[in-house]
Nanobody
Framework: QVQLVESGGGLVQAGGSLRLSCAASGRTFSGYVMAWFRQAPGKERDFVAG????????NYADSVKGRFTISRDNAKNTVYLQMNSLKPEDTAVYYC?????????????????WGQGTQVTVSS
């Protein structure tokens, strides 16, 4: 079993930056693909970014390309999401997720492990 705990959310003005962290405990962290999803009120949980176990491959939703960066530190069992040039439409609860294998899936139901979520609010 893998436990995931997110941190780093908050309120920021448009154009600002935030860095989310997701600390993992349990089984071998480097064996898991990790991803960030987000869910705005009344909307589905959408893929934001993902990274393979070694960190060699990343994938991003078109809406965040060039603004967000996902990274991981396997020595610290932590995955990060650096968010720059934030927009009001980025407002959502952000979730960290993990799955076995080497494929960065973009569908939420394919991930086995989830954190509790952290709120990100971007004011205009």
């Amino acid at each position: 079993q893998v436990q995931l705990v997110e941190s780093g959310g908050g309120l920021v003005q448009a154009g600002g930056s935030l860095r989310l962290s997701c600390a993992a405990s349990g089984r071998t962290f480097s064996g898991y693909v990790m991803a960030w999803f987000r869910q705005a009120p009344g909307k589905e949980r959408d893929f934001v970014a993902g990274i393979t176990g070694t960190g060699s491959t990343t994938n991003y939703a078109d809406s965040v390309k060039g603004r967000f960066t996902i990274s991981r530190d396997n020595a610290k069992n932590t995955v990060y999401l650096q968010m720059n040039s934030l927009k009001p439409e980025d407002t959502a609860v952000y979730y960290c997720a993990g799955r076995g294998g080497t494929i960065i899936a973009t569908i939420a139901t394919t991930y086995n492990y989830w954190g509790q979520g952290t709120q990100v609010t971007v004011s205009s």
